[in-house]
């Protein structure tokens, strides 16, 4: 048996990331190229975003780095160790939350987690109790844990799951989708909690469909279009690689559309209350200045950063237009 084993602190292999993949590449027997050629790099102690529209790979990704199914090609590391093959190994170390908690409707939370805990061998059924009620008061279920799960909210199914992933301390935590189908109070409050887990130095990687997500949570991202890596890096930077957009709140909207033009600026538009355009290389105020001059009456002047969204949309050519 050739299998690793991981003993001492589980690396952040010689820097190359907590997840480390090398032309990952998957092709489902139908054919259909789901993941083509993939190299990530997951820094220790990130918020990791994997963004992409439906389809895009993000879900067969996981599974191979899970060691649930086999990539086609190429090659996948998590906490340094080779997936699939020390999946037995590396896992114990991972609290993965992927397409939703299987959950017994007719247990209660805190008996869920105590049949979860008790089916994973690595876990010491002495502290089972303590590490439950734990886990269950860390997502804020402690008060809901003697209730049934089939009375629980998609919110609290969803933090369960969470708990469950979070009965072990953990180097990483994968989670898909974490926010799917929740009302915006839910969202909110999973995404606060992911935070707060990500505060004590857990590498935290999710996927989502949701721009405002990652970059509400997010220290770094990668953005997935049909099975192939856009680009990947910090979301800060990702951002800032877009100059934003000049926005000019006027009723005065012609003239404004009028001087900025002769001003040599790009892309002027005209809105319901103002006029925006690209950037100026030069001076802002002097922009302003010259508004003002010509009788303009300007009532805001700035440059809106540009989002995330305003990022994929210029990497990949397409709109983010994908529903819940
Ligand atoms: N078991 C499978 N057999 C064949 N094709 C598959 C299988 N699973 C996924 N696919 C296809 O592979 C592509 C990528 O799917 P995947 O689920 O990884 O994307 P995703 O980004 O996670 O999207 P979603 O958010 O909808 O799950 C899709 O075209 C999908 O139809």
Not at 26 to 46: E, I
């Amino acid at each position: 048996m050739d299998e690793p084993s991981v003993t001492g602190p589980l690396r952040d292999a010689a820097g190359e990331g907590i997840i480390h993949t090398r032309a990952l590449t998957k092709r489902y027997r139908g054919g259909q190229l789901a993941v083509d050629g993939l190299d990530l790099t997951v820094p220790a102690g990130s918020v990791f975003g994997f963004l992409g529209p439906n389809g895009s790979g993000k879900t067969t990704t996981i599974r191979m780095l899970m060691g649930l199914i086999e990539p086609t090609s190429g090659t996948a590391h998590v906490l340094g160790h080779p997936m699939p093959r020390a999946t037995r190994a590396v896992l114990p170390h991972v609290g993965a939350l992927i397409e939703g908690p299987a959950l017994y409707g007719f247990l209660s939370g805190r008996d869920n987690l105590l049949r979860y805990d008790s089916a994973d061998p690595s876990a010491d059924p002495r502290t089972r109790r303590a590490r439950v009620a734990a886990a269950l008061d860390r997502v804020g279920l402690a008060a809901a844990a003697g209730k049934k799960a089939k009375a629980y909210s998609l919110g609290m199914k969803q933090r369960l799951g969470l708990a469950a992933a979070l009965l072990q301390p953990r180097r990483l935590l994968v989670l898909d989708e974490p926010t799917n189908g929740l009302d915006p109070q839910g969202m909110r409050e999973i995404r606060a909690l992911i935070r707060e887990l990500a505060s004590d130095g857990t590498t935290v990687f999710l996927s989502s469909h949701l721009l405002d997500e990652i970059e509400q949570v997010c220290t770094h991202a990668a953005v997935m279009a049909q099975g192939r890596l856009i680009t990947q890096g910090t979301v800060a930077d990702l951002a800032a690689g877009m100059r934003g957009r000049l926005v000019v709140t006027t009723p005065d909207t012609a003239d404004a559309a009028r001087v900025l033009k002769e001003r040599g600026v790009g892309d002027v538009a005209v809105t319901e209350d103002g006029v925006t355009g690209e950037p100026p290389e030069g001076e802002l105020a002097e922009l302003n200045a010259a508004l003002v001059a010509a009788g303009v009456r300007v009532r805001g002047f700035g440059v809106e950063r540009a989002s995330l969204e305003d990022a994929f949309v210029a990497l990949t050519g397409e709109g983010f237009d994908v529903a819940g």
